[in-house]
């Protein structure tokens, strides 16, 4: 039996505000992606690759997701889908 062990992070207030910063960031990109899925045409939503792939785009267009780094940016997309999978499957029961 495999234990993760947890430990309790006490940082100090300038790094507790810059981790909250890039939450926020990661919270702006997460919105921004259910925002392009849902003006998109039924019959024409993006996949996950496709929005990956507009993530460059995105970065220069507004400077704040360059902050973030792309590997992050991709699996804040990846949440969006694998949330949206998990309600789906949840609508069919």
């Given at each position: 039996m495999?234990?993760?062990?947890?430990?309790?992070?006490y940082?100090?207030?300038?790094?507790?505000?810059?981790?909250?910063?890039?939450?926020d960031v990661?919270r702006?990109l997460?919105?921004?992606?259910?925002w392009?899925?849902e003006?998109?045409?039924?019959?024409?939503?993006p996949?996950?690759?496709d929005?990956?792939?507009?993530l460059?785009?995105?970065?220069?267009?507004?400077?704040v997701?360059?902050k973030?780094?792309?590997k992050?940016?991709?699996?804040?997309?990846?949440r969006?889908?694998?949330?949206?999978?998990?309600?789906?499957?949840k609508?069919e029961?």
């Amino acid at each position: 039996m495999e234990h993760s062990h947890r430990y309790h992070a006490y940082p100090t207030q300038e790094v507790a505000a810059g981790l909250e910063h890039h939450l926020d960031v990661h919270r702006q990109l997460y919105n921004h992606v259910r925002w392009d899925y849902e003006q998109a045409p039924e019959d024409n939503k993006p996949s996950e690759y496709d929005q990956n792939n507009k993530l460059p785009d995105w970065k220069r267009k507004w400077p704040v997701f360059s902050k973030l780094h792309s590997k992050a940016a991709q699996a804040t997309v990846a949440r969006f889908y694998r949330n949206l999978s998990n309600l789906r499957k949840k609508k069919e029961k």
